[in-house]
């Protein structure tokens, strides 16, 4: 059964046109991530949430936002994706302290 | 975040050990390591964590050098379903950085039939 649930799988948008991706947790997590992979790189840390706690690291863009409306859910938005915002995103959830649960994560297109 | 490195690709065949490496010689005494590992088209998933001693779990063991500088990651008996990069993370403590997990470049692991 699926714990950390990301929709969708695949996502088009245009160059400059907003998107945004979702992510679902089943596992009552207080700690949400997102994670930017670009092809043959390792996953890069781009914010975390700790329970309504932003934490953004030094180096994100300010194109990258994200909202959590609620313990289960969290929203990565992109304002004006380009073309080097091609990435698979990853969103991943945690106990504070405890192992990293990742879901399979939307691998993003910028046309 | 102390850095790790690792080698890029390690090779093996199905069903002998592998010994993965990591060296950290910039650990600090309150950091954790912790290895995770990516399939093909899936997210991360934990493998195992540990602080001074080694530790075993279903999935794998982790050997710790006394002197904390580097770790190995050992697979006891390889299977096709093994292959998949592997990530020596160094996890600093909840206290410090909160709740971040940052990843290196980790080793890709192919295991030949």
């Known amino acids: 059964d699926a714990m950390v649930i990301q929709n969708p799988r695949y996502q088009v948008t245009q160059f400059g046109k907003p998107v945004t991706l979702s992510c679902s947790q089943t596992?009552?997590?207080?700690?949400m991530y997102w994670y930017q992979q670009k092809s043959s790189q390792a996953p890069k840390l781009l914010f975390h949430?700790?329970?309504?706690?932003?934490?953004n690291e030094a180096d994100t863009p300010d194109n990258f936002q994200s909202r959590r409306p609620n313990t289960s859910f969290c929203f990565l938005d992109i304002r004006s994706p380009g073309l080097g915002d091609a990435a698979m995103y990853l969103c991943?959830?945690?106990?504070?302290?405890?192992?990293?649960?990742f879901g399979s994560g939307t691998q993003l297109s910028v046309l | 975040d102390a850095k790790t490195t690792q080698p890029n690709s390690m090779e093996s065949n199905e069903e002998e050990p592998v010994h993965l490496p990591c060296n950290h010689s910039?650990?600090?005494?309150?950091?954790?390591i912790h290895w995770y590992r990516q399939l093909p088209s899936q997210g991360p998933e934990y493998v195992i964590h540990?602080?001074?001693s080694n530790v075993n779990n279903r999935m794998a063991s982790l050997a710790i050098a006394e002197d904390r500088k580097s770790s190995t990651l050992i697979l006891h008996r390889a299977t096709l379903r093994d292959a998949a990069v592997y990530y020596c993370?160094?996890?600093?403590?909840?206290?410090?950085?909160?709740?971040?997990?940052?990843f290196g470049e980790g080793t890709q692991l192919t295991v030949n039939p």
């Open positions: 991943a959830t945690s106990r504070e302290r405890e192992k990293l649960f």
């Open positions: 596992l009552n997590h207080n700690v």
């Open positions: 949430y700790y329970d309504k706690d932003f934490n």
């Open positions: 910039t650990i600090s005494g309150t950091d954790y």
């Open positions: 540990g602080l001074t």
């Open positions: 993370i160094l996890r600093t403590p909840w206290e410090t950085s909160g709740s971040r997990l940052t």
